[in-house]
Nanobody, 120 residues
Framework: QVQLVESGGGLVQAGGSLRLSCAASGIIFSSNHMGWYRQAPGKQREVVAVTTTGGRTNYADSVKGRFTISRDNAKNTVYLQMNSLKPEDTAVYYC??????????????WGQGTQVTVSS
């Protein structure tokens, strides 16, 4: 059974930082691309950042230079360091895993999400 468990969300003031973690089990972690997505109220889920099995990283334009995705294959964990947070970063953040890339990352598994709220 695949499990992706996010942690690290919370309430932070604009300009602050948070670090999200996602612990994976039930998959061969190093063989899976990992990603962070977010969904704000009334909006569609969007990709935030992805790290591939080969170590490449991709970011949404809205977070480039502020967010950093990283993975620790020994700990089966992917991280999202979020700096210079803005109110528009407020959303539920989801961890995703999968090994399919067809033009873009196609996750097979999702976590339950963690709330990030940025106050102005």
């Amino acid at each position: 059974q695949v499990q992706l468990v996010e942690s690290g969300g919370g309430l932070v003031q604009a300009g602050g930082s948070l670090r999200l973690s996602c612990a994976a089990s039930g998959i061969i972690f190093s063989s899976n691309h990992m990603g962070w997505y977010r969904q704000a109220p009334g909006k569609q889920r969007e990709v935030v950042a992805v790290t591939t099995t080969g170590g490449r990283t991709n970011y949404a334009d809205s977070v480039k230079g502020r967010f950093t995705i990283s993975r620790d294959n020994a700990k089966n964990t992917v991280y999202l360091q979020m700096n210079s947070l803005k109110p528009e970063d407020t959303a539920v953040y989801y961890c995703a895993a999968g090994n399919t890339w067809v033009g873009a990352f196609r996750p097979a598994w999702w976590g339950q999400g963690t709330q990030v709220t940025v106050s102005s």
